[in-house]
């Protein structure tokens, strides 16, 4: 057998790539608060998103960024994505 097989293309979903707005550089390496649920997440807004962007996993630390009283949060992970998810998923760090 002469080379290798190369597997099928595959075209990602827009969502595969983080846009630029959403990545803080240098991601935080002290974090506020961790999730007390898996979490679904949107780059943009979660208000009237049928379909997330991703999601965060239980237990991740976080960033609470912005938070202005209501249903939804921004918060930044360690690998320094900043993206809206729900504030009832937060834990408060001690």
Not at 39 to 50: E, H, I, R, V, W
Not at 54 to 63: D, W
Request: hydrophobic share 40%; aromatic share 8%.
């Amino acid at each position: 057998m002469k080379g290798f097989l190369r597997p099928p293309a595959e075209i990602l979903p827009e969502n595969a790539v983080v846009p630029d707005r959403n990545l803080i550089v240098p991601a935080p390496n002290t974090f506020t608060h961790i999730l007390a649920s898996d979490q679904p997440f949107s780059y943009t807004t979660l208000k009237g998103t049928a379909v997330p962007d991703g999601e965060l996993a239980v237990g991740t630390p976080v960033v609470l960024m912005v938070y202005d009283g209501g249903r939804f949060c921004r918060v930044v992970d360690g690998r320094g994505l900043y993206v809206e998810i729900e504030h009832k998923s937060l834990k408060q760090l001690e």
